[in-house]
T-cell receptor, first 112, second 113 residues
Framework: IAGITQAPTSQILAAGRRMTLRCTQD?????MYWYRQDLGLGLRLIHY???????GKGEVPDGYSVSRANTDDFPLTLASAVPSQTSVYFC???????????FGQGTRLTVV | QKEVEQNSGPLSVPEGAIASLNCTYS??????FFWYRQYSGKSPELIMS????GDKEDGRFTAQLNKASQYVSLLIRDSQPSDSATYLC?????????????FGGGTRVLVKP
């Protein structure tokens, strides 16, 4: 793994189903973020984690949960998907004193 | 009020001209400021970061920060068609809950040959 990886790349999901989007980084960054991106709304923060074992709510946390059991992984779970959760999801990580947030390639999720 | 606001555009700029993008933020304790470029269907990529008041230049890009007025801007000189993209302003702030990285809605820039 080089950098930050998301899986799956895309997914079509039936409404009401549970889904976990995976995010893994090998840069040992403490801070990690989940965003959703919808046309005209930019990147909206769903949840974030400053270090393993801690998480925080962002701008649009409802319907999503996260966990941070270790430094490398930061999965995002949709407990019961709804069509309004159709979006492109980006995971990102950032070093403690660094400039740049590194982004995964994104997951395109369609809830039908 | 959104924490970070940008004009959505599109900002149409002739090739070779200067593109000027603005961003305002609401949290006075914001510490770090970034401009990201995002091509359609791709992930955002960092093009500029700025931490103190004033100007910072990097190639054809200049970032300007004014903390008193709570705005940060990006100038793109000698705009090229390859600069056509969405530009995202991002801000970090350290609050009780920790270090958040918040983005604006983005400004779409179209550079016309």
């Amino acid at each position: 793994i080089a950098g930050i990886t998301q899986a799956p790349t895309s997914q079509i999901l039936a409404a009401g189903r549970r889904m976990t989007l995976r995010c893994t980084q090998d840069m040992r960054h403490n801070a990690m973020y989940w965003y959703r991106q919808d046309l005209g709304l930019g990147l909206r923060l769903i949840h974030y984690s400053n270090t393993a074992g801690t998480t925080g709510k962002g701008e649009v946390p409802d319907g999503y949960s996260v966990s941070r059991a270790n430094t490398d992984d930061f999965p995002l779970t949709l407990a019961s998907a709804v069509p309004s959760q159709t979006s492109v999801y980006f995971c990102a990580s950032r070093p403690d004193r660094g400039n740049e947030a590194f982004f995964g390639q994104g997951t395109r999720l369609t809830v039908v | 009020q959104k924490e970070v606001e940008q004009n959505s555009g599109p900002l149409s700029v002739p090739e070779g001209a200067i593109a000027s993008l603005n961003c305002t933020y609401s949290d006075r304790v914001s510490q770090s400021f970034f401009w990201y470029r995002q091509y359609s269907g791709k992930s955002p990529e960092l093009i500029m970061s700025i931490y103190s008041n004033g100007d910072k230049e990097d190639g054809r890009f200049t970032a300007q920060l004014n903390k008193a007025s709570q705005y940060v801007s990006l100038l793109i000189r000698d705009s090229q068609p390859s600069d056509s993209a969405t530009y995202l302003c991002a801000v970090t702030s350290i609050k009780a809950a920790g270090n958040k990285l918040t983005f604006g809605g983005g400004t779409r820039v179209l550079v016309k040959p």
